[in-house]
């Protein structure tokens, strides 16, 4: 470089490039006319380009190792408030790129299958209780029914106790 001297490119707004000239020159290494340097210079910008990229996939396959080893994963969900903190977990991680992009979708599409599989355990739970309580009703019912044919209550209210016993008879069997 040559001693404080600044390269003599002149930039289209009028101001000068503040790099410091090439010793024998009064230009920089961008700027210089010169065919060798030239030549030099488009060596160095190809070479640039390919140690960048090299580079950047290099980091990218050790950020990604490095990530994968230290990252701390939390239990899997085991209903719907822990989903919910998982689920923010994932998006949290994802922004603030400690997570994958396409590990992050991984994750909440293994949470999405979880929900819809817990939907239905619900579902099934829902059901089952429905018909314990229609069991216990029908249980109720039939014993009010004997009740009423007990106490000898009036003749329409035996029919009625009938009709009841009957139906419900009815279900009983099919």
């Given at each position: 470089?040559?001693?404080?001297?600044?390269?003599?490119?002149?930039?289209?707004?009028?101001?000068?490039?503040?790099?410091?000239?090439?010793?024998?020159?009064?230009?920089?290494?961008?700027?210089?006319p010169d065919p060798?340097?030239?030549?030099?210079?488009?060596?160095?910008?190809?070479?640039?380009?390919?140690?960048?990229?090299?580079?950047?996939?290099?980091?990218?396959?050790?950020?990604?190792?490095?990530?994968?080893?230290?990252?701390?994963?939390?239990?899997?969900?085991?209903?719907?408030?822990?989903?919910?903190?998982?689920?923010s977990w994932v998006?949290?991680?994802?922004?603030?790129?400690?997570?994958?992009?396409?590990?992050?979708?991984?994750?909440?599409?293994?949470?999405?299958?979880?929900?819809?599989?817990?939907?239905?355990?619900?579902?099934?739970?829902?059901?089952?209780?429905?018909?314990?309580?229609?069991?216990?009703?029908?249980r109720l019912y039939?014993?009010?029914?004997?009740?009423?044919?007990?106490?000898?209550?009036?003749?329409?209210?035996?029919?009625?106790?009938?009709?009841?016993?009957?139906?419900?008879?009815?279900?009983?069997?099919?």
């Amino acid at each position: 470089m040559g001693e404080g001297r600044r390269c003599a490119y002149v930039k289209d707004d009028g101001e000068g490039c503040g790099a410091y000239a090439m010793e024998g020159s009064a230009y920089c290494f961008s700027h210089n006319p010169d065919p060798e340097v030239a030549k030099k210079r488009k060596a160095a910008r190809r070479k640039a380009g390919k140690v960048t990229s090299q580079r950047r996939i290099l980091d990218t396959r050790e950020a990604r190792q490095q990530r994968a080893r230290t990252l701390e994963i939390p239990e899997p969900p085991t209903d719907y408030l822990s989903a919910s903190h998982y689920l923010s977990w994932v998006v949290d991680q994802v922004a603030h790129g400690r997570l994958e992009d396409t590990t992050g979708k991984t994750l909440i599409q293994g949470v999405k299958e979880f929900l819809r599989s817990l939907n239905g355990q619900d579902a099934q739970r829902r059901y089952e209780d429905a018909v314990a309580r229609l069991d216990e009703v029908r249980r109720l019912y039939l014993a009010v029914v004997d009740e009423i044919e007990a106490h000898g209550l009036t003749h329409r209210a035996r029919q009625l106790a009938v009709q009841a016993r009957e139906i419900l008879n009815k279900k009983d069997d099919s």
